[in-house]
């Protein structure tokens, strides 16, 4: 079985600008989470999807946001970018996204804002 | 709100010399603990996944056990490629199944 991926593997950007990150979860699960990894604060969550619906949500600003398609793969979307927001960005699918499921990690995109 | 601390930050060891690593937690109902490695530039790698108070899983020289309070991961004669980051990381009660991540060890073995 195919694993997470997630496109592109870097980004730079500046900023201001925004960016638009992909997931394409393993075949079968439904549930898509993504985190924040950056050297500081470790791994953080950012929002889970499943079935097309958000419903978790991390201590993230308004400017990240995401959404899941009918297919299962989500995407995630930072606007008004900030220095602050480099950092590696994971996603990490399972099955039903339930109490006690093993989530799998993609390889992250690597964002650098200059 | 869940809490996940490791310990030590890093670790050197020499190869073959066995040791530990720690994983304390506080959390409101656990519903699983899981132990992650991962590489540098990559995404954590799946290891382990832990429900209850005195349960343990083996996979080659690594081995985790779960207390009501803390996890550990006991690696056996590590070899050079075991080097990696170690992360832990818990899924508590409540209705957001979210995981919470402790910092991760560094754990680096020497030929």
């Known amino acids: 079985k195919a694993g997470v991926t997630q496109t592109p593997r870097y980004l730079i950007k500046t900023r201001g600008q925004q960016v638009t990150l992909s997931c394409s979860p393993i075949?079968?699960?439904?549930?898509v989470s993504w985190y924040q990894q950056t050297p500081g604060q470790g791994l953080q969550f950012l929002f889970e999807y499943f079935s097309e619906t958000q419903r978790n949500k991390g201590n993230f600003p308004g400017r990240f946001s995401g959404r899941q398609f009918s297919n299962s793969r989500s995407e995630m979307n930072v606007s008004t970018l900030e220095l602050g927001d480099s950092a590696l960005y994971l996603c990490?699918?399972?099955?039903?996204?339930?109490?006690?499921?093993?989530?799998?990690f993609g390889p992250g995109t690597r964002l650098l804002v200059l | 709100e869940d809490q996940v601390t490791q310990s030590p930050e890093a670790l050197r060891l020499q190869e073959g010399e066995s040791s530990s690593l720690n994983c304390s937690y506080t959390v409101s109902g656990l519903r699983g603990l899981f132990w992650y490695r991962q590489d540098p530039g990559k995404g954590p790698e799946f290891l382990f996944t832990l429900y209850s108070a005195g349960e343990e899983k083996e996979k080659e020289r690594l081995k985790a056990t779960l207390t009501k309070k803390e996890s550990f991961l006991h690696i056996t004669a590590p070899k050079p490629e075991d080097s990696a980051t170690y992360l832990c990381?818990?899924?508590?009660?409540?209705?957001?199944?979210?995981?919470?991540f402790g910092k991760g060890t560094l754990l680096t073995v020497n030929p």
């Open positions: 990490a699918s399972s099955p039903t996204g339930g109490a006690g499921e093993t989530q799998y």
């Open positions: 990381a818990v899924q508590g009660g409540g209705s957001n199944y979210k995981l919470t």
């Open positions: 075949s079968g699960h439904r549930s």
